[in-house]
């Protein structure tokens, strides 16, 4: 049987991973992935708490709204990265500083 | 309070205004329109014309009759009102008369005389100022008044003598006349004050008139008492000693005599006018306005000087060789007879003294021109290297000059006092009345007249050896340049109408009937007190005849010594000569002492001011600018600091904190992340 704790470390691991991305990259894309690394985090936390509701099933049914709701999101990011590329010729974050100062 | 004039007199006030402001009209036509043109010698010339005729009615209506007093409020200070306008009694017009009588022959002479020069209209432009300066001094009512028209008489004068302003020596002299007239004035105005303090009022008629304030006012127990007031007696001598000295000083008695022959720098229708006739007059009329304020001690004062002024100016006047230096010196003798004359009582005499010596000193005066003038010309046509003034040059002039010559017997034996001339009647006068004097005080108050008489046999030396010199023998500089072209002759009718008109006036007929007995003189007469004493002595016998007789012998040793011999009459190298050929010494005794220890004052007063004053004001400065310097460093260091301090606060915070709004989203999201963890730690450690 596996542990809850086994879920909630993976769940942490995730969610470090995708901070390390999010922080790290200099790719919009690949922020964007990281972002989707810790949504699933999430919604793993969702599903392994899902056990102690096992009359309504709340945990799963959030998870598929949360992934329902990421690739929605996932779409319009990509969408503004679509646009910013083409105004900037670039996805790198750090170089679309127009409103800086 | 202004007194109701009748029709005439109100008439004659006016023509007295008139006859006083007519040259001051000529000095502002001149000085304003004819600046440079001749047509100024012309407009003075009638102003003074007119001046004269006015003043001829004014003397017709004024003399012998009642006081004429016209005056008007001029200001108002708190309670004082002082009043300013005229006051024509005898005196005054009889000054006011002489004043042009001697002006217009002066001009008209001074229109040839002048013609060559360059300064033609300027020298009549200062002419008619000093006129109209003369005029008004001698009709004003006011100490006020008067004090200014006697400062206005010594600036023309001090213009005058400074006329040929590029000659050092006449800038030096007129400097000398002004200083001198300035330490006059400085008494003049010190007795005003004194005057005005005790008696509250300037008019001159309240002050001096009949039953005036300084008749009513008594010296006892030490204190000098007025109608109203009563101040220490002191300021009575006070009063005195200035008005002595403003007298000194115009009238060059001893000790302020030294600018007078200095002023003959001047044109020498200058010196005819003012520094002979009538400017330096002004101090014996001065005298005559204010006579009533005199206690017998200090009339004696005045008599003392006098004779001792008379006495040395004669004596100097013996060994000098400028032929306007002996002039200018015996002017300040004769003037020393006045104020004599004044001293000893002889009022009368003094004043008539005063018109007659006018005349013919005038004369000698415009003699003296016309001879400097000729000798000028040879001068300058021979290009010889000679003092035109120094009479050793001349001889024999009456030849050449025979008008000239006769005009200037007739000036001499007046001014010598023999009978048939004016100055016989006044100047045996004043001897008479200054032996009746000597006699009723004490013996030792002979010496007075006994110097006076002495003087006026030297005054027969001098002038007998000046017309020798000039006029008679032959003529030295003749003799030796021989090669040069003499053309010399009396000149136009405006050189010989006016020596015609003084020689006439310088005779006995126009003052006395008599030309003997002095009594009968119509000024004389007309100056007298009610308590005049008859000629009732031996002395009015005894020293005309003294004196005539004498002088003549005199006069015949002087020109036996000077034209048959051409001798020296005194040792060259002796004591006396040196004493009177060095003017006494008195003006160097000025220069080495007085002017030496005026200089050292003035460097050390120079001193004081550029080290101590300056000093005081420099440290100051110093101060000021340490302080200010000061200031500066904490304004910049300490006030600038603080607020630097806080923008610099302000500026690392904010530059730590845009570090955090750099645009960088992943930065924002990271700084987030460590906010968020540090608050972690916090919630775990507390």
């Not at chain 2, 005196?91 to 013609?115: D, Q, T």
Request: proline share 3%; aromatic share 14%.
């Amino acid at each position: 049987m596996i542990a809850q704790q086994d879920f909630m470390i993976v769940s942490v691991l995730l969610f470090c991973i995708g901070l390390f991305i999010i922080v790290s990259k200099k790719n919009a894309i690949q922020i964007l992935i990281g972002i989707e690394l810790m949504l699933n985090a999430a919604i793993l936390n969702l599903v392994a708490f899902g056990k102690f509701d096992r009359a309504n099933n709340g945990g799963q049914v959030f998870a598929l709204f949360a992934i329902v709701l990421a690739a929605a999101t996932t779409a319009v990011a990509l969408a503004i990265i679509l646009n910013v590329y083409r105004r900037y010729k670039t996805i790198n974050p750090d170089k679309i500083n127009q409103l800086r100062d | 309070m202004i007194p109701i004039l009748s029709h005439t007199d109100a008439q004659t006030v006016s023509f007295a205004i008139w006859a006083v402001a007519l040259p001051f009209v000529a000095f502002a036509l001149n000085l304003l329109l004819f600046g440079k043109s001749k047509i100024a010698a012309l407009i003075s010339t009638i102003a003074i014309v007119a001046s004269l005729v006015l003043a001829v009615k004014v003397f017709l209506s004024v003399w012998n009759a009642p006081v004429i007093h016209a005056q008007t409020t001029w200001f108002i200070i708190g309670a004082t009102k002082v009043q300013a306008g005229l006051l024509l009694n005898n005196l005054s017009v009889l000054m006011l008369l002489l004043v042009p009588v001697i002006a217009l022959p002066v001009h008209i002479y001074s229109i040839a005389y002048m013609k060559a020069d360059e300064g033609y209209s300027r020298y009549f432009r200062y002419l008619s100022l000093f006129c109209f300066s003369m005029l008004g001094l001698v009709v004003v009512d006011n100490l006020i008044l008067l004090y200014a028209f006697w400062e206005l008489v010594g600036f023309s004068s001090y213009l005058l003598i400074g006329f040929w302003f590029t000659r050092q020596s006449a800038v030096m002299a007129n400097k000398k006349a002004f200083i001198m007239n300035r330490i006059g004035d400085i008494g003049l105005l010190t007795a005003i004050i004194i005057l005005y303090t005790l008696f509250g009022t300037f008019d001159i008629q309240a002050l001096f008139g009949k039953d005036g304030f300084v008749q009513l006012s008594n010296i006892a127990a030490g204190m000098w008492a007025g109608p109203h007031s009563a101040i220490p007696a002191v300021w009575q001598y006070v009063a005195f000693a200035g008005i002595f000295l403003a007298v000194a000083a115009k009238s060059a008695q001893f000790p302020l005599h030294t600018w007078l022959p200095d002023a003959m720098e001047g044109p020498t229708s200058v010196s005819a006018l003012i520094h002979a006739a009538t400017m330096v007059a002004a101090g014996v009329f001065l005298l005559g306005r204010v006579y009533p304020l005199f206690i017998e001690s200090e009339l004696t004062i005045l008599a003392i000087v006098g004779a001792f002024t008379a006495f040395m100016a004669a004596t100097i006047a013996l060994t000098q060789n400028d032929l306007k230096r002996i002039l200018a010196y015996s002017t300040i003798s004769q003037l020393g007879f006045m104020v004599l004359a004044m001293g000893v009582g002889a009022y009368a005499s003094s004043l008539f003294h005063l018109v007659t010596h006018a005349f013919f000193k005038c004369l000698l005066f415009l003699v003296a021109g016309i001879v400097i003038h000729q000798m000028k010309h040879i001068k300058d046509d021979s290009n010889l290297d000679i003092d035109p003034q120094n009479i050793l040059y001349m001889g024999g002039l009456r030849k050449k000059l025979p008008l000239t010559f006769i005009a200037t017997i007739i000036g001499a034996l007046a001014l010598i006092g023999l009978p048939l001339t004016s100055g016989y009647l006044s100047k045996d006068g004043i001897l008479i009345q200054a032996f009746d004097w000597a006699e009723s005080r004490g013996a030792i108050f002979n010496i007075i007249p006994y110097a006076a008489l002495l003087t006026s046999w030297l005054t027969a030396f001098y002038v007998a050896r000046l017309v020798v010199k000039v006029f008679f023998g032959e003529f030295r500089l003749h003799k030796a340049n021989p090669h040069i072209h003499i053309h010399m002759g009396d000149g136009s009718w405006l050189y010989k109408a006016p020596l015609v008109f003084l020689a006439i006036c310088s005779l006995f007929p126009l003052f006395s009937n008599s030309p003997i007995f002095y009594e009968d003189a119509w000024i004389y007469k007309s100056f007298l007190p009610s308590n005049f004493l008859a000629r009732e002595n031996l002395y009015h016998i005894i020293i005309p005849a003294l004196v005539n007789i004498l002088a003549v012998v005199v006069m015949y040793a002087a020109f036996a010594i000077y034209g048959k011999r051409n001798a020296w009459a005194f040792p060259q190298a002796g004591l006396l000569y040196r004493l009177s050929f060095n003017e006494w010494y008195i003006d160097r005794f000025y220069s080495r002492v007085i002017i030496k220890f005026v200089m050292w004052f003035s460097n050390l007063l120079y001193w004081f001011d550029k080290k101590v004053v300056d000093g005081v004001v420099d440290l100051f400065t110093n101060m000021g600018i340490a302080l200010a310097k000061l200031a500066a460093w904490l304004d910049r260091n300490i006030v600038d600091g603080l607020l630097h301090l806080v923008s610099a606060v302000v500026q690392s915070i904010g530059n730590f904190a845009r570090r955090f709004q750099g645009g960088k989203v992943q930065y924002y999201l990271y700084s987030m992340l460590l906010v968020v963890a540090v608050v972690f730690i916090f919630k775990m450690i507390f």
